[in-house]
C-alpha cells in the first residue's frame, strides 16, 4: 500500500486513502487538457493535477480555457 497523499490544487484537501474514488486528475499543456478518473497511472504522471471533486476540476477546467482561449492581446 502506497504511502502518498494527494493534495486538491483548487482547496487543498488531502486525500484519505490511496485511491480516493470520486478525485479527478488532469493532465495539460498548452494546447491539450485530458481528464482521467482517477487511476494511479494517471495521478502519478509527470505533472498530473489532483482535484477533490468534479466541481473544483471544473474550476480549473475553466481557468485554463480562460488563460489559453481568452481574447489575444
Known amino acids: 500500500m502506497k504511502d502518498t497523499i494527494y493534495r486538491c490544487e483548487i482547496c487543498g484537501t488531502e486525500s484519505d486513502e490511496e485511491r480516493p474514488e470520486r478525485w479527478i486528475v488532469i493532465h495539460c499543456?498548452?494546447?491539450?487538457?485530458?481528464?482521467?478518473?482517477?487511476?494511479?497511472?494517471?495521478?502519478?504522471?509527470?505533472?498530473?493535477?489532483?482535484?477533490?471533486?468534479?466541481?473544483?476540476?471544473?474550476?480549473?477546467?475553466?481557468?485554463?480555457?480562460?488563460s489559453f482561449c481568452g481574447p489575444q492581446r
Open 29 to 66: 499543456s498548452q494546447l491539450q487538457l485530458t481528464v482521467f478518473k482517477w487511476t494511479l497511472d494517471a495521478a502519478e504522471a509527470a505533472g498530473a493535477r489532483h482535484y477533490c471533486g468534479e466541481a473544483h476540476a471544473q474550476v480549473y477546467i475553466s481557468r485554463w480555457f480562460q
